[in-house]
T-cell receptor
Framework: EAQVTQNPRYLITVTGKKLTVTCSQN?????MSWYRQDPGLGLRQIYY???????DKGDVPEGYKVSRKEKRNFPLILESPSPNQTSLYFC????????????FGQGTRLTVV | TQLLKQSPQFLSIQEGENLTVYCNSS?????LQWYRQEPGEGPVLLVT?????EVKKLKRLTFQFGDARKDSSLHITAAQPGDTGLYLC????????FGKGTLLTVNP
């Protein structure tokens, strides 16, 4: 089954404690991206990757890092989380075209206290 | 700056009614996508429209891309409770930008 898998689904952490949200896709897609979704603000892109070792900033990259060492994985790293990073996070992937996201993960609800 | 504006923001209707939601922009997009999202889940792609004036149908859902490729509409015929969800449009150029969505509730 074609899918994008994120882990964990839910995470509560404390300010400043580094965390990683993993994302994996099994469709051999080149393009992967991370979004956060907040009430009243909608979905906003954090980072995207066009292929292995190629990443770039989206609209709200501050406080986040990503890496793309393998085609299937695109982890999101919060080096020093802060409460304003409390949000619902989605990983997404698509084949080739950067603008056409075909598959979203099931989401990670992060709370930073 | 909100590149994609969706309206209405909220819509609550009775089962069996028809409805149209809109996605408007001052920018031209190479393609536009519609998604449906249920609470606590990721958005699920419904359709991609590419050509100005294009109309696509998915059962009771009809999607239209404006001639100038700046706007789109989604029409649902005889809405059912299972249609309840957040409908998102995403406009694509070199990247995908989303509207804030229309939250649709279909009451039995």
């Amino acid at each position: 089954e074609a899918q994008v898998t994120q882990n964990p689904r839910y995470l509560i952490t404390v300010t400043g404690k580094k965390l990683t949200v993993t994302c994996s896709q099994n469709m051999n897609h080149e393009y992967m991206s991370w979004y956060r979704q907040d009430p009243g603000l909608g979905l906003r892109q954090i980072y995207y990757s066009m292929n292995v070792e190629v990443t770039d900033k989206g609209d709200v990259p501050e406080g986040y890092k990503v890496s793309r060492k393998e085609k299937r994985n695109f982890p999101l790293i919060l080096e020093s989380p802060s409460p304003n990073q409390t949000s619902l996070y989605f990983c997404a992937s698509s084949l080739g075209d950067a603008g056409r996201v075909a598959f979203f993960g099931q989401g990670t609800r992060l709370t930073v206290v | 700056t909100q590149l994609l504006k969706q309206s209405p923001q909220f819509l609550s209707i009775q089962e069996g009614e028809n409805l149209t939601v809109y996605c408007n922009s001052s920018s031209v997009f190479s393609s536009l996508q519609w998604y449906r999202q249920e609470p606590g889940e990721g958005p699920v792609l419904l359709v991609t429209v590419v050509t100005g004036g294009e109309v696509k149908k998915l059962k009771r859902l009809t999607f239209q891309f404006g001639d100038a490729r700046k706007d789109s509409s989604l029409h649902i015929t005889a809405a059912q409770p299972g249609d309840t969800g957040l409908y998102l449009c995403g406009g694509s150029n070199y990247k995908l930008t989303f509207g804030k969505g229309t939250l649709l509730t279909v009451n039995p």
